[in-house]
């Protein structure tokens, strides 16, 4: 086996510097999955999330208010009905 200047190994230097190679190389890619997480957020961004928080929230205004118009009009049609089966 071939020597270097320190009394190693040059295989053992190889695999080291290529261990070092490798663990770079997860490192970076964690940093880009991290990047990627924070520029486009999987749930979206604040933004788009306050809209369509405001968004839904009209939609529920809607819907309240049709269930009790709903209400009303059942309760008025079940007065009529009591009233033609009473006379």
Same mark, same amino acid.
């Given at each position: 086996?071939?020597k270097n200047?320190?009394? !190693?190994?040059? !295989?053992?230097?190889? $695999?080291?510097?290529?261990? +070092?190679? +490798? @663990?770079?190389?997860? &490192?970076?890619?964690?940093?880009?999955?991290?990047?990627?997480? @924070?520029?486009?957020?999987?749930?979206?961004?604040?933004?788009?999330?306050?809209? %369509? &928080?405001?968004t839904l %929230?009209?939609?529920?205004? %809607? $819907?309240?208010?049709?269930?009790? %118009?709903?209400? $009303?009009?059942?309760?008025?049609?079940?007065?009529? @009905?009591?009233?033609? !089966?009473?006379?």
């Amino acid at each position: 086996m071939l020597k270097n200047s320190s009394g !190693t190994s040059s !295989t053992g230097a190889a $695999k080291s510097a290529q261990m +070092i190679r +490798i @663990v770079l190389g997860v &490192l970076l890619a964690i940093n880009l999955i991290g990047a990627g997480l @924070v520029l486009f957020p999987p749930g979206g961004s604040a933004e788009y999330l306050e809209r %369509q &928080l405001g968004t839904l %929230q009209s939609q529920v205004a %809607q $819907k309240r208010a049709l269930v009790e %118009q709903t209400r $009303k009009h059942a309760s008025s049609s079940k007065r009529v @009905v009591r009233m033609e !089966t009473s006379s």
